[in-house]
């Protein structure tokens, strides 16, 4: 796991109050309970201060699982 990835996982973890079994790519609001609208903000807060990119509104409306917010990171040349 990159150092990147690894930063991502501890971050997401942390703001959906996740175990780290639930970090697959494929998992979403429906599947991680403390992923919800409030965490969703927190989450583009904490992707803007840890990797310095910051999201528009229509970026985080089309993050629907933690796939995407790796699929998102990697087209700002986040090296995941």
């Given at each position: 796991m990159t150092n990147a990835n690894n930063k991502?996982?501890?971050l997401l973890?942390?703001?959906?109050?996740?175990e780290e079994?639930?970090?697959l790519d494929e998992n979403g609001p429906?599947?991680?309970e403390g992923w919800d609208s409030l965490a969703?903000?927190?989450?583009?807060v904490a992707l803007q201060q840890e990797f310095g990119h910051h999201m528009t509104i229509e970026?985080?409306?089309?993050?629907?699982?933690i796939g995407d917010i790796k699929k998102y990171l990697r087209s700002k040349g986040v090296e995941l």
């Open positions: 991502l996982k501890l973890t942390d703001i959906f109050m996740m079994e639930l970090y429906e599947q991680i969703t903000v927190s989450m583009a970026e985080v409306s089309e993050i629907h699982t």
